[in-house]
Structures are given as C-alpha cells and as structure tokens.
C-alpha cells in the first residue's frame, strides 16, 4: 500500500465549550497545525475564525494568509481553507481567488462539496430533526469552481456526501474538466440521516462504484462514534485518514487535541504496517509538481 495520509481539521465548526482545545485566531491556529504536523499530518485543514469569539470568516483571505505564513515558518504541510455554499457565487470562492492570486503564501489546495444533501442532524432520544439547510452546489456553481483551481493551478478534493455525488465526479472527469488523481473525500455521520452508513458495507459500496481504472486518491470523514472504525478501514484498505477536533468536539467520548487525533491514528497505521507520508510524498501522491 501507498504511505498514509493523515489531514488534520483543526477547527471547522467546533466552539470552545465543546472543546477548550479548539483554535480560533491565526496564532492558535498555527501553533495547533503545526503540533499537528509534527505529529504526523501532512495536510491540514481550517476555517478562518474570528479570534474572540470563533465567529466564521468563511471568506477572510487576510486571516487565512495571517495563519498560513505562520504555519509556513515552522512546517511543510499541504494548508488549504473552507468556502460557504451559503453565499453568493460572486463571494463564494473570493478569498480563494485571493490567496491564489497575491501569492504571498503557499497556497497549493481548495475543497469542493459536489452536489445537494439535506444536512440537519437527528437526535435519537428525542426523535428530532436539528437546524434545517440544504447544503447546495449546482453543477454551474462546480463548473465555475474548476474554471478558476485551473486558473490557479490548484489541487482540490471532492466531497462525497451520496453515491450520486461520485457519480457527479465521474461525469466530470469523462467531460475532462477534473484533475487527476482524483482526491476523494467520502463523508460518513452518525449524527445525519444522509450518505451511507458508516459501516464496511457503507465504504465498500462507493470503492465499488471506483472504475479499477481512474487514479485516485481517497480520504474518509467522518462524524460521530464509529470515527475510529472508519478511520481504522481507511488505512487497513488502502486510504487516507481526515481527522481532528474540527470534525469531532469528541473522540472516543473525551474533549482531546487534535494532536492526540493524528497520534491515535499514526498507531493504528503502525500496526497495520503502513507508514506515514511525509508533506513532499504526499505531493506526490496528490499530484503536485515540485
């Protein structure tokens, strides 16, 4: 098997009052990534937030940059940013344009969720629906985020949230607007009647749905109790692990750092026999020149 990615998200939606490990200014942020990516993280993800209170900047390409050039003085970490479905398209992709654009950082990654999902949560005891929004990207919108990481020259992964959506990425690839390998990012939850189960069954229906011959590169995340089950099949079958506090306040029903997420699974890859891939190997891997 090829080495393991591990991509930490550090922060994503989480507050401190789920977890006090959590960053939210450019300075928490850097020192966490890069404690992240000495512990094993080649790849890390963050969204930028307001330093006092944790309110997302989804678009603030200044606290982005503030954080990377931080990050950048102590590690190599592949470091790439979040975007909101929520905004106006002419908004949505702004800092991204921005970050590529200035070039004052190593700006090298972007993410984009493929197609629609409703994505409140469910609440088993009291049988309830959480806050109701549809997490939307219409195909135009996709189109227009490909025109501009060809521009850029960025790598981007693909978020897959149903089946339908790898077959969104598939229809994209035959019409040649999708780099290769593919990055794919397939989302498991707990906690959101939407995608698969988290299960084997639930991952091996989408490595089914992989014809043998697209290059590819695949990444599980996942929300929720069977983290550490999906995490664990991701490297005993040939992935990529996408962990952190930014994805779970929790894991295994303790508040850790997202530090002690990397080093959980770096054991785990060890006694599985696969080795860690170093930020240059996972250039590499992702297709990233020099």
Known sequence: MDKLIIEAAINEATPKEQNPHVPYGPEEIAADAVACARAGASIVHFHARDPDTGQQRWIDAGLYAEAMLLIEKECDAILY????????????????????????????????????????AFDPVSK??????????????????????????????LGIREPGHLRHALAYREMGLLREPMILKFF???????????????LQAYLDM???????????????????LMQSLAISLGG???????????????????????EKFVAIAQLFGREIASPPETRAMLGLAG
């Open 240 to 262: 990529h692990v996408r962990t952190g506090i930014g994805d779970n306040a929790r894991l295994d029903g303790k508040p850790l750092t997202s530090v002690q997420h990397v």
């Open 81 to 120: 940013p979040t975007y909101s479905a929520r905004l106006p398209l002419e908004q949505r992709y702004s800092h991204i344009e921005a970050l590529g654009k200035e070039r004052t950082v190593k700006f090298e990654m972007a993410a984009i969720d493929l197609g629609a999902v409703n994505m409140a």
């Open 188 to 202: 498991f939850t707990d906690n959101h009647p939407y995608g698969l189960p988290p299960t084997a069954k639930g």
């Open 210 to 228: 992989l014809p043998p011959d697209v290059p590819n590169v695949w990444f599980i995340q996942s929300y929720g109790v069977s983290h550490t």
């Open 128 to 157: 309830q629906l959480g806050r109701d929004f549809v997490y939307d990207n219409p195909h135009a919108d996709v189109m227009r985020f490909f025109e501009l990481t060809k521009e850029l020259d960025l790598i981007y992964n």
